[in-house]
Every structure is written in C-alpha cells, then in structure tokens.
Antibody, heavy 124, light 111 residues
Framework: EVQLVQSGAEVKKPGESLKISCKGS????????IGWVRQMPGKGLEWMGI????????RYSPSFQGRVTISADKSIRTAYLQWSSLRASDTAMYFC?????????????????WGQGTTVTVSS | QSALTQPPSVSGSPGQSVTISCTGT?????????VSWYQQPPGTAPKLIIY???NRPSGVPDRFSGSKSGNTASLTISGLQAEDEADYYC???????????FGGGTRLTVL
C-alpha cells in the first residue's frame, strides 16, 4: 500500500525550532516529488513547497521562501519540513502529499497520496 | 488572498446538481490543463477527485465531473448526497518555480 505517514503533533514556544517528518512507503521514494501544504485553523490549503528526493531539487512558494526549509533523506525514505524560529502564526495543520505521476515533471500534477497531517501549535 | 478564486459556499438539496467555479488567469488555468480538484471533509486530509481538468481517479464516482473554459475551471457534482458535504479546493500549475497554486476553497452544504 502506498502511504505517507507523518510525525505526531507538536506544541512549541515562539522562537523555538522544529522539524516534522513525512515517511513514504509502498512506492519508489526517489522518483516522486513530495510537497508540503499548510492549513491554518479554519482556513484553506496553502502550497508551501516541494522536493524531489532523487536529487533534492526543491521549489518554494514565495510566501514561504526563507521561512521554512524542506529537505529529504532518501536513505530512510523521509521528507522534512523545518523552522528555525517559530511564530504563533505558524500554528496550523501541515500535510505532506505526493503527486500522482512519477518523474521530474510530476510536480505540476494532482496529488493523490496525502499524509494524515501534523498539528503544530505555537504558543507562549 | 488565494491565487485562484472560488465562491466561499454553495448549497444544494439531495439529488440536485451544484457547480463550483475556480477562476485564475491566463498564466495558470488559462494556459495549462493541469487543474485538479480536492475534497476535504471536516477533520480529514484532502482527497484528489479530479485531475487534468476532467479526469477522475479510480474510485471517485462519476457524479463528479470537471471542465475548463478560458481562465475558469468548474467542478460539477450531480445527484448530491449527504456524504458530499465537504470543502472543495481547486489547484493549478503556475510556473516551474512555484508549480502549484490553490483556490480559497468552497464549502458545500447539502440541505
């Protein structure tokens, strides 16, 4: 079964760092992009960025460039989303997702496999 | 403000049809067929229901259909059922550096 399993909920204070994960299984991890999507409480989906684990090519939405870092460790089939200094406005659910097509062109197509989501709460 | 514009809400009675619009620009929806639609019931992860404008993944009922005209894509749900009540999001390819943009989402209420 193809699936993405994300790390558990996090509660952090402003200014702290955080790295959440997304582990892929059941498919060729290095041949599919993995994207990250933010959903703030009661709000819509926001595309944050995407990484190709095969060569770590990474693209960011301008809204998130410089605020987060997306990385991947293909040896353990895991993608990451990290912050160096959290803000209260980072409080949200974060989903990882995989496009339906493999290969380099896949990043622009629909995402048919989603993780269960990781809730991040930032509060003093 | 989202890159793609959707109505905040639509509603319909069981058995009726509803259409949700998604308006972009000539730089995204107007130029590409890489338009997708997602369904998100409360408290769950999004689910892909339409890809490449009008194609349904395996398992998605044919009550769901997609189309595109100019800079606007549309999702039509026919024969509404109570289980269709959810938020619906469109997305489109934009550029190679920022490949994906989402709409703001539309809440469907089945009366």
């Amino acid at each position: 079964e193809v699936q993405l399993v994300q790390s558990g909920a996090e509660v952090k204070k402003p200014g702290e760092s955080l790295k959440i994960s997304c582990k892929g299984s059941g498919y060729s991890f290095t041949n599919y992009w993995i994207g990250w999507v933010r959903q703030m409480p009661g709000k819509g989906l926001e595309w944050m960025g995407i990484i190709y684990p095969g060569d770590s090519d990474t693209r960011y939405s301008p809204s998130f460039q410089g605020r987060v870092t997306i990385s991947a460790d293909k040896s353990i089939r895991t993608a990451y989303l990290q912050w160096s200094s959290l803000r209260a406005s980072d409080t949200a659910m974060y989903f990882c997702a995989r496009p339906m097509y493999s290969g380099y062109i896949g990043y622009s197509y629909g995402m048919d496999v989603w993780g269960q989501g990781t809730t991040v709460t930032v509060s003093s | 403000q989202s890159a793609l514009t959707q109505p905040p809400s639509v509603s319909g009675s069981p058995g009726q049809s509803v259409t949700i619009s998604c308006t972009g620009t000539s730089s995204d929806i107007g130029s590409y067929t890489r338009v997708s639609w997602y369904q998100q019931p409360p408290g769950t992860a999004p689910k892909l229901i339409i890809y490449e404008v009008s194609n349904r993944p395996s398992g998605v009922p044919d009550r769901f259909s997609g189309s595109k005209s100019g800079n606007t894509a549309s999702l039509t749900i026919s024969g509404l059922q109570a289980e269709d009540e959810a938020d619906y999001y469109c997305s489109s390819f934009k550029t190679s550096t920022t490949p994906v943009v989402f709409g703001g989402g539309t809440r469907l209420t089945v009366l």
